[in-house]
């Protein structure tokens, strides 16, 4: 039986996430962030139906593969998250558009998101890579669009 420290430092099973009191407490990070900081619509759009099943298909879709790591850092890395690369801020209705959407690891998302920060122009640029990263990954199956309708999604 594996054990390792839970926040407060007693010792739980391996498989666990906290211990018993922990967990009674704990308010995860992105819970917080929804509660306080993220607008409203887009905290609710984040747990509906709708984005947590487009969150599913773009990942099965890109065989949950981050996508900027591989084809910029050529590295093979699990994604855990899809991004989108017009904001929901900048076009809500692009929301579940498969062709504003990469999978992603966090590492490579805090890497975007600082490159977006940076200035308009920088977000302008990273956002013209990363479309063009979708491009590279589908034009042997005859682009995006042509791989999307093959599962009833655009």
């Not at 692009?94 to 920088?122: F, M, Q, V, W």
Request: charged residues 25%; contains cysteine; glycine residues 4%.
């Amino acid at each position: 039986m594996l054990l390792k420290k839970c926040v407060c430092g007693k010792l739980i099973l391996q498989n666990m996430k906290l211990c018993a009191e922990c967990e009674k407490t704990y308010i995860s990070r992105h819970a917080d962030y929804n509660r306080s900081r993220r607008n409203k619509t887009a905290a609710a759009f984040y747990v509906s139906y709708e984005w947590r099943s487009t969150r599913n298909l773009m990942l099965k879709v890109y065989d949950y593969i981050d996508i900027y790591s591989y084809y910029m850092r050529k590295e093979i890395i699990a994604a855990d998250m899809v991004h989108h690369i017009v904001e929901l801020e900048d076009d809500w209705s692009r929301r579940c558009d498969p062709t504003n959407l990469l999978p992603l690891s966090s590492t490579s998302h805090g890497i975007i998101s600082a490159l977006y920060k940076e200035s308009e122009e920088s977000k302008r640029r990273t956002q013209k890579m990363l479309l063009s990263l979708i491009a590279r990954h589908f034009e042997k199956a005859g682009g995006i669009a042509a791989v999307m309708n093959g599962i009833s999604l655009l």
